[in-house]
């Protein structure tokens, strides 16, 4: 597996609460994702990063914002949770930009009740 | 609208048949497409892709045709493996484009 360490692995929040995700990769990939996986949907990005600082939308980054300040740290924020944001994240790092080939983390299964 | 579409969330194959996964895309610009692997509680891992410039890639059990004119593309698995019950997903990306964008995924189940 690549290096890529996702925390938590599971939590369980209220909504309205804020909520961060932490990516942590060890592979010195200049690029970073954050994708949701839910039924029905399949894999859908959120936020990506193409360096420190360097952050750009997806297709579903309503409620969710991201920070990058350093190469191997990527956080994901819901700022305040809604029950929708129940879903599995996925962090991913790739070493191009057309994301050829990405490796994922292991998934960070979120509730918010 | 989706640009990458799995019409089939599920197949049932058994084991030593081939299994024949498809995938259609909208967007022209793709020119690189690839397959994933996903397991239950992990993360999904890359199988195997094709390049626009080719129309068929192998790698053991695994071959992907694109059929570009039709904007289609599928995975053959033979023979077909009981661990190789999982989820697909089908992506792909344009060179001048950002991230991957993946269709939803069709559920494998291969029994002996």
């Known amino acids: 597996d690549a290096g890529i360490t996702q925390s938590p692995r599971h939590k369980v929040t209220e909504t309205g609460t804020p909520v961060t995700l932490r990516c942590h990769q060890t592979?010195?990939?200049?690029?970073m994702y954050w994708y949701r996986q839910d039924p029905g949907h399949g894999l859908r990005l959120i936020h990506y990063?193409?360096?420190?600082?360097?952050?750009d939308k997806g297709e579903v980054s309503d409620g969710y914002s991201v920070s990058r300040s350093k190469t191997e740290d990527f956080l994901l924020t819901l700022e305040s949770a809604t029950s929708s944001q129940t879903s599995v994240y996925f962090c991913?790092?790739?070493?191009?930009?057309?994301?050829?080939?990405?490796?994922f983390g292991s998934g960070t299964q979120l509730s918010v009740l | 609208d989706q640009q990458v579409k799995q019409n089939s969330p599920s197949l049932s194959v058994q084991e030593g048949r081939i299994s024949i996964l498809n995938c259609d895309y909208t967007?022209?610009?793709?020119?690189?497409f690839l397959w994933y692997k996903k397991y239950p509680a992990e993360g999904p891992t890359f199988l195997i892709s094709?390049?626009?410039?080719?129309d068929k890639n192998e790698d053991g059990r695994f071959t992907v045709f694109l059929n570009k004119s039709a904007k289609h593309l599928s995975l053959h698995i033979v023979p077909s493996q009981p661990g190789d019950s999982a989820v697909y997903f089908c992506?792909?990306?344009?060179?001048?484009?950002?991230?991957?964008?993946f269709g939803k995924g069709t559920t494998l189940s291969v029994s002996s």
């Open positions: 990063s193409y360096g420190v600082k360097d952050t």
């Open positions: 992506a792909a990306s344009a060179s001048a484009g950002t991230a991957l964008i």
């Open positions: 592979e010195n990939h200049r690029y």
């Open positions: 991913a790092i790739s070493e191009s930009v057309t994301a050829e080939k990405l490796f």
């Open positions: 967007n022209s610009m793709f020119d690189y």
């Open positions: 094709i390049s626009s410039i080719k």
